[in-house]
């Protein structure tokens, strides 16, 4: 990959995750005995999801004639009921 040919949106994404990485390397220096792994999930709980938050708003802010009224959840709520048939 050309990092030098990256477009903005992907600079930026780029950057957020070393930074979350870098957080999780920190996590995992400071964590104390036999409690590595819960907190390098509480980073990911923290920064990663928010990571991921960003890259989903950047997505989607990109397609606003893909973004329709109302949860995309809801119909799928519906889809999952039992039938009450039979």
Known sequence: MDLSKLSAE????????VLTLRALNEAGDRAPHGKGLASLEAVVHGEGFEHLRNMLTLAAAARPEGQ????????VAAA???????
């Open 10 to 17: 992907e600079r930026l994404v780029a950057e957020q995750a």
């Open 68 to 75: 329709k009224k109302g949860p995309a959840s809801a119909a």
């Open 80 to 86: 999952r009921r039992p039938s009450s048939r039979a």
